[in-house]
């Protein structure tokens, strides 16, 4: 017999243990590693040493139980301590060295590797760390993400620390697991905020937010069809999931590798704590960075309050809404100031404050207002001009709509759709209960149906399909202004014995991404549009624009340039005696163009040829052209419907 024969003697396949035992389990059982007693380490009926097992194994005898070196073994537990086990790994038993060497890793590689294994382990770890402390420290704003910005001790590590350390082993790994996957949703929150903040200059509201993301499944689908559309929602369920998991994760690897080296944790979580304090209390900083922070506390306080006022904001908003200056008034008492004239309240998309402040446009914007008021008045019209504050900025132009004409303040989505599914009356629709005025909408900007252009009390919509365009879009624009105004003089406003006209008109060739843009031609060469395909592939790449904030802004002030041009041209064309334009911008751009600017105004400008009608308001203190001087007043934007109408009712001598 060799002397590689295993010490003991197993029964025979067929044969049973007397314990009821098969053959075949006894032979997979366990064995303890250590020789039996009274036998000697040399004696042929003696367990095997590592060094024989390896010549074994090499001979291609394979012995009773493959044996693994003690150094070996002990290196696997430290390595498997993370995976969930009957016992913690802060508390090892009596199995925990079987357990270890029946983990060796995928393919064996952890005996076959261990400096690699060892170093997988450290580096894990210190990822896991690092991630953690990452999510704890970023900003939820892309502007002030700074190297500065990680270079901070947040008391939320030291206080997660301290609450696994004194845990048992199941509770720490439980505990861990949901604070991990926590830390993974404010993560996306955060993520979500950056990408509101870069848009809308605001972060993303929990409670009244979520139905944007309906609106941004349809833009998906607009660019890249449905396919698309579906396979990124895909890629975005997918990678919520991963980043819940990663944290989850990263945050139990933590919490074992403390308990592991429970001594060194808790003398390192004293230390920071102590440092921590001291910190705070000096206002310790570096750079201007204050190094003892809380911000992640903080933010989630932030959220929570922001939540608490979304919940109670409808009965808020009720109350609002009921309250309505003019309900009880009789119509032949409305807006009498007006009667006979045509009156145009027109929306100039992303017209914002930035484009006449901005030293790097105020000059050409400069000019072309100007140039605006030299072709005004050249055709006998006058105008004044002051400023809104709108409630959105960087996008939400319907809110903006709707606030200007309902005298609300629609600040999110919920209130806009409260209000268009109530009867409250809007500026538009008081000039359609008088009977005087029909009323009409120029809405380029839609392309599918909109059913709250009923509450607007509009008796004919013309949308993008509506106004004869057989020209290329511009990007998100699907007509240009210079068209749009052509389509309403010969749809509506050029017709002959007509009843005077109320129209709101949307002006889209301003909107984001302002590459490419249209430019002004020969009114009479505009025909069925087809003239603007050249003028298309004339214009810029967006793709390579919005690689430079500084060619977007150029972009910008030219699209707003173009704009204004076709407006003003327009009343210079075809304005008469009874013509009354109001123009405004609905909101500020994107952050990308204001530069981070918190302002939300917007100039606003009355323009008319009748003196009487500039008269009425002439308390109000508006700079006299189209461009509002910087100390112009300026108003809430829901403060216009009443002020406007009050101006020229009955009572306004």
Not at 501 to 508: N, P, T, V
Request: with cysteine; glycine share 8%; proline share 7%.
């Amino acid at each position: 017999m060799s002397h590689h024969t295993p010490p003991r003697q197993l029964p025979e396949p067929d044969a049973d243990a007397p314990d009821g035992t098969t053959a075949e389990e006894a032979s997979r059982a366990p064995v303890a590693n250590d020789p039996d007693p009274g036998v000697p380490a040399d004696e042929p009926g003696a367990r095997p040493s590592a060094k024989e097992t390896a010549d074994s194994a090499e001979d291609g005898k394979a012995p009773g139980k493959a044996l693994v070196p003690r150094a070996a073994v002990a290196d696997d537990e430290s390595a498997d301590a993370a995976a969930p086990d009957s016992t913690s790994a802060d508390e090892p038993g009596p199995s925990s060295a079987i357990s270890s060497s029946a983990r060796p890793g995928w393919f064996g590689w952890r005996r076959r590797f261990p400096r690699a294994a060892h170093a997988v382990r450290v580096g894990t770890s210190v990822l896991a760390g690092v991630l953690v402390v990452v999510v704890l420290l970023i900003p939820n704003r892309l502007d002030r993400i700074t190297a500065g910005s990680f270079l901070r001790l947040p008391v939320e590590a030291i206080f997660l620390a301290a609450v696994l350390l004194v845990l048992p082993a199941r509770a720490r790994r439980i505990t861990a697991l949901v604070l991990g996957a926590f830390l993974g949703l404010s993560t996306v929150l955060k993520c979500l905020d950056m990408g509101f903040y870069q848009t809308l200059a605001r972060p993303f509201d929990l409670v009244f937010d979520w139905v944007l993301l309906n609106d941004a499944a349809d833009f998906l689908k607009d660019s890249l069809g449905r396919s698309g559309e579906v396979l990124s929602v895909i890629g975005v369920i997918v990678l919520l999931i991963a980043v819940l998991v990663v944290s989850a994760l990263a945050l139990v690897r933590l919490a074992d590798v403390m308990a592991r080296h429970r001594p060194v944790a808790v003398r390192g979580t004293l230390v920071l704590g102590t440092a921590w304090i001291l910190c705070f209390t000096m206002g310790v900083q570096t750079g201007g960075v204050t190094i003892a922070t809380k911000g992640y506390s903080q933010y989630l306080t932030n959220r929570v309050q922001y939540v608490r006022e979304g919940l109670g904001d409808a009965d808020v908003f009720d109350r609002q809404l009921r309250v309505d200056a003019f309900a009880d008034t009789p119509s032949d008492q409305l807006l009498t100031g007006l009667r006979g004239k045509d009156v145009l309240f027109t929306f100039i998309e992303s017209y914002g404050r930035v484009a006449i402040d901005d030293p790097a446009m105020a000059p050409e914007i400069d000019a072309t207002l100007k140039e605006g008021d030299a072709r005004l008045r050249s055709a006998g019209f006058a105008a004044r001009s002051g400023w809104l504050t709108s409630p959105v900025t960087g996008a939400g132009s319907w809110l903006a709509h709707t606030t200007f004409l309902s005298g609300l303040w629609i600040k999110n989505q919920q209130r806009y759709r409260t209000t268009t599914t109530s009867d409250r009356a809007t500026l538009t629709s008081y000039f359609r209960k008088t009977g005087d005025w029909r009323t009409v909408g120029i809405v380029p900007g839609v392309r599918k149906a909109w059913p709250e252009g009923t509450y607007f009390g509009l008796d004919h919509i013309y949308d993008s399909t509506h106004l004869g365009y057989k020209g290329p879009y511009f990007s998100w624009t699907p007509v240009p202004d210079q068209f749009s105004l052509e389509s309403f003089q010969k749809l509506e406003h050029g017709k002959k014995n007509r009843d005077p006209i109320m129209a709101e008109i949307i002006l889209a060739s301003s909107h984001n991404p302002w590459s490419p843009i249209a430019h002004t031609i020969d009114w009479k060469d505009l025909g069925d549009g087809s003239v603007f395909e050249k003028i298309k592939k004339e214009g810029t790449n967006p793709t390579e624009v919005w690689k430079s904030a500084k060619r977007v802004r150029t972009e910008y002030r030219k699209a707003i340039q173009y704009s204004l041009d076709s407006l003003t041209q327009w009343v210079q064309r075809y304005g008469d005696d009874n013509t009354v334009l109001v123009f405004l911008g609905d909101h500020q751009p994107v952050p990308t163009v204001t530069g981070g600017s918190t302002s939300r105004d917007v100039p606003v400008t009355i323009v008319a040829r009748d003196p009487k009608v500039l008269d009425r308001v002439s308390d109000w203190g508006w700079t006299e052209g189209l461009k509002p001087a910087a100390n112009a007043p300026k108003w809430r934007m829901d403060q216009f419907r009443n002020r406007f109408m009050t101006a020229y009712g009955p009572a306004k001598k």
